[in-house]
């Protein structure tokens, strides 16, 4: 800790925003979300899988709650460091730098994936695959305070699109292929909470983040708050539009339910067949979620060692993630990997180790209070 503040001693810090923050989070998260919802809710919940995000709000809140009493003031990798020392907090670090390279390389593969589905076929898979993780690159090495301006940019942008799909689709949703909801519903639709929350879980690396953040750590429980909340509430709107337009048969069939009621709105004599514009403008959302991996994966290689380079880091990353996207996911392998395991290993990094890094804390934060009250002087 001391070496890494002595780094930095005399350099003027390259600062966010806790809005900027949640809005990069966000941005990225609305690309595995449109992938995985409603498709790995609809199983469990039927019918009912428009209210899975509803239902996750506690365990978003919760695990945005855990991360932020751990990494307040430090980021998440100096905290992991304080609470559990240089060796064992070095190897829980490495299995989140793991983690973020393997969640790097599956977003490539499936960003790339993606724009091939939507009749792009001026390339190939390697080709929008090099081009998103070059792309990323560009952008992993340069400011966070600059990335942090595109993304709410981002943001913006993929907002405004969902939402001319989704009120184009609204006028048009049957309700009653969503309703009624019974109490016999209400179990399974409490279940969808979980695979819902390890969906979003995509976003727990930007815990790694707050250690650049400007602002009191009271201050950013509010923002998350706020932002955890009305995001969860507007997914489960779009949830509701996708299954009241395609019903929860023809939806959990589809690949992905979201681009294909894009393609199925229009305005006749305006615009129609909207769905390659969709898929492409949603490539923002995938190339936010890389580079916020790549940031984070800076910050965690930094605390493993002062001597570190983070732009060289962000650099090996890329190339890393790119070389796996092309050789260990072939297309089944990374829906799989997206549906099934990812969920929940995000679920696990954070939500249950956190959790146990929280309690370690507080524990050891007792035991120096109790030192110091028999009369010890404090280190």
């Not at 670090?93 to 969640?103: D, Q, S």
């Not at 250690?211 to 009271?218: A, E, M, N, R």
């Not at 493993?304 to 190339?319: R, T, W």
Request: glycine residues 12%.
């Amino acid at each position: 800790m001391r070496e890494t503040q002595r780094r930095n001693c005399g350099v003027k810090r390259d600062t966010i925003s806790h809005t900027q923050l949640t809005a990069l989070v966000w941005a990225g998260v609305l690309a595995p979300a449109a992938e995985l919802l409603p498709a790995v809710t609809l199983p469990l919940a039927g019918k009912g899988a428009w209210l899975a995000p509803a239902a996750a709000i506690p365990l978003v809140l919760l695990g945005g709650w855990l991360l932020g009493s751990l990494s307040r003031g430090r980021g998440l990798a100096g905290s992991i460091r304080d609470v559990l020392g240089p060796v064992a907090g070095r190897g829980v670090l490495l299995i989140y730098m793991v983690w973020a390279l393997v969640l790097l390389a599956l977003r490539l593969r499936l960003c790339a994936q993606r724009l091939l589905s939507a009749g792009l076929r001026d390339g190939t898979m390697w080709f929008f695959l090099l081009a998103v993780a070059g792309m990323a690159l560009w952008m992993g090495q340069g400011k966070l305070s600059a990335f942090a301006r595109a993304g709410q940019l981002f943001l913006a942008l993929l907002l405004a699109t969902a939402g001319v799909v989704l009120v184009l689709a609204l006028v048009r949703a049957r309700p009653e292929l969503v309703l009624p909801l019974w109490r016999e519903d209400v179990v399974p639709v409490l279940t969808s909470a979980l695979p819902a929350a390890g969906a979003l879980g995509w976003g727990l690396f930007g815990a790694f983040l707050t250690g650049s953040v400007s602002g009191s750590g009271k201050k950013g429980g509010w923002h998350w708050l706020f932002w955890g909340l009305g995001g969860c509430l507007l997914l489960t709107l779009a949830q509701w539009t996708i299954l009241g337009n395609l019903g929860p048969a023809l939806a959990g069939r589809l690949d992905n339910p979201f681009f294909a009621l894009a393609k199925s709105v229009g305005v006749e004599g305006a615009f129609q067949r909207v769905e390659s514009v969709v898929i492409a403008l949603w490539t923002c959302a995938d190339l936010t979620l890389c580079v916020l991996l790549l940031f984070a994966l800076r910050a965690m290689a930094v605390e493993l060692s002062p001597k570190i380079q983070e732009k060289p880091v962000a650099a090996g990353a890329a190339l890393v993630g790119a070389a796996a996207a092309l050789a260990a996911f072939s297309r089944g392998e990374a829906e799989y990997w997206s549906r099934v395991i990812v969920p929940a290993g995000n679920l696990i990094l954070a939500l249950g180790v956190p959790a146990l890094l929280l309690l370690l804390k507080t524990l050891w934060q007792r035991g120096r209070k109790g030192d110091t009250s028999c009369g010890e002087s404090p280190p």
